[in-house]
């Protein structure tokens, strides 16, 4: 696949930007949790006087103002969650709130020890760390002597070949745009995000 490294730069800026954008959220959700508890105590004031006109107007510019809020509200708790129950329509109670939270509790790392057992607590060391135990784990520890013939070609020589030269073509070929494109569009809106940050439906919305 050919790739544009200028557009490729610009799309990295492009992320970057928005996730810097985006780093105030956490504080948003907590200015909206204030704001829904606050229109709620304005709405039952003027509950308790129904019969004023400007109460009235209030009542109803308040309203709309909530119902755009949780709706913020229920989208937070929706991409935080990735529970199956809210994707597929259960309502988004306090039950589900505690539960998400527990969730990221217990699935935060704090700290780990390396190969050599000291103690790592920095996030970001902890990250690297992770990122090279699994690249070392899938990485062939005996590398093979250019004057012999490895032993997997040697064991894959036993083995009966069943596909057709079309099939093993096609599988042979190199991947495509639409290859990546399409493997994109069919990951689930709200699974866990990649390395940048970033969850597929933003992918798939922009």
Known sequence: MDVDTDADDEIDEELDHAYDNNNGLNEGITDQAISITS????????QNHPTKASNQSSDCNLRNQLDLLLKLQAEYWRQRSKLTTISEGDRNTKFFHPHVKYKTKINNILELKDNSGILISNEEEIKKYCKSYFEDLFKSNHPPD??????????????????TP???????????????????FEMPYYKSPGLDGFLAKFYQNN
């Open 39 to 46: 229109i709620k105590d304005k709405l039952s004031t003027y």
């Open 146 to 163: 250019p004057n012999s013939t490895p032993t997997h070609y040697t064991s894959l020589q036993r083995i009966t070949t069943t596909l």
């Open 166 to 184: 079309q099939q093993i073509s096609c599988l042979n070929a190199p991947f495509t745009q639409d290859d990546v494109k399409a493997s994109l």
